[in-house]
């Protein structure tokens, strides 16, 4: 779904997986932007500047493919004993600018994303630079950090903090820190080839968790060697769960860009970035309406519910799909979005059923609504919200003999969203709806229209006993 206008379309089965905990959200240089702060092109382009060279004719053509851990890798050779001018240099560079508008708005987000209901924190990121930090301060938030080569084992029962993967600037110059950031192609191959202290720790995050990557490019240096450690333990017959990017993308290049995510093993949720532009608001944005929504726990869906109620859901598009936000809120287990949908006043429209009714739901979407997925993916199946799969504990039995059930007991969102229906008795769409559908009532609904039928029975003896005291009153 899509928690702002023009922003990814989140898979529900993303949000799922996140509700239960099990995401990790893998973070890059892009989620600094708004404080600042270069991606991998710009770091190299301003250490050459702060070090007062030029690249070489091998570096320029490590630099023209992209390869920006080969130029620096490159460049550290090429000036000995300057191994750690550079490093220098990158800490002066990666100093934010505090002063920018929501310079740490993205990483208090994400902050809120990767906290549990419990209270403990999962959450990874690239970056060297302290924003996280200054984030937490901010927004009162407290959170243990582990920097490279000093790693948690990446289980539930062990993991309880932020990872800084590849290193973590000091806060006073210390060149033993400095020396301890991987950065280059040569530190990259220690981490995940020869010492294979970063392997270890994707292999088994991607083994135990959901892994969202935020602020990458799919071209990114550091996305290439974690990606490369994936393939090796596939290869070995590791299965892990699906991995999601949050990847910008130009008009007209979703499809290419789509290809070259999924053939990394990536499953793409693209936003769209204005041709020519570094326009990345609708990822920031998007991270923060998630964050707050996460925060509010049932308060926010309802939120949704009471922004959308009353809409024409005719006027939801691609570019601003309320129709996905509604039906994420209202399918929460607790039935109570459902509920504040069903007793809102006036009564959200008719027009709703039809959304309602849309088999937009398949094979990934079970767990979403409780329901065990099998292993072997049923490419046909699709279902609706109110036409659903039963979880186990509605299901109807299997039996020779029927005692002439019609089918699942209802769960609580059913239930209100039928309140919800029957508010609308006097309008022919339903009559209509009910029609097309073969008109075979479940067998609570009888009851509910029967209950509706009293309740105007009462007003209209109500307003009969006033309109005759009036009259008497007048006589």
Known sequence: MQFVANGPDIPDALLQAHEEGRVVLFCGAGISYPAGLPGFKGLVDKIYQRVGTTCTAIEQEAYNREHFDATLDLLERRLPGQRIAVRKALAEVLQPNWRSKGATDTHAALLQLA???????????????????????????????????????????????????????PAKVDDSTLHRLVLTSGDFGLAYLTERWAARFVSELFRNYVVCFVGYSINDPVLRYMMDALAADRMLGEVTPQAYALGDCEPGQEQVKTVEWEAKGVCPVLYEVPGGSQDH???????????????????????????????????????????????????????????????????????????????????????????????????????????????????????????????????????????????????????????????HLHERLPALIEDELDRFVRLDAIALSCHARLTKRSG
């Open 115 to 169: 906290r549990l209901r419990e209270g403990s924190i999962r959450l990874v990121t690239t970056n060297f630079d302290r924003v996280f930090e200054r984030a937490a301060h901010r927004t009162k938030q407290r959170f243990s950090a582990y920097a490279a080569p000093m790693l948690p084992i990446p289980k539930s029962s062990r993991w309880d903090g932020l990872v800084y993967l590849h290193g973590l600037l």
């Open 281 to 439: 608001s609708a990822l920031h944005k998007t991270l923060t309406a998630w964050a707050d929504t996460y925060r509010d726990g049932i308060l926010g869906k309802e939120r949704i519910v009471v922004d959308y109620a009353v809409a024409r859901p005719s006027a939801s598009s691609r570019q601003d799909d309320f129709v996905g936000r509604m039906l994420w809120a209202l399918s929460h287990e607790s039935g109570l979005p459902a509920k504040r949908f069903a007793d809102f006043n006036p009564a959200p429209p008719i027009e709703w059923l039809e959304a309602f009714s849309e088999d937009r739901y398949q094979h990934g979407d079970w767990s979403h609504f409780k329901v065990p997925r099998r292993a072997d993916v049923d490419d046909k199946l699709r279902f609706s919200l109110i036409r659903r799969p039963a979880p186990y504990g509605r299901a109807p039995w299997m039996s020779l003999v029927s005692a002439g059930a019609a089918g699942s007991d209802w769960d609580d969102v059913m239930f209100h969203l039928a309140r919800w229906l029957v508010r609308h008795l006097n309008d022919p769409a339903l009559i209509i709806w009910l029609a097309q559908r073969g008109a």
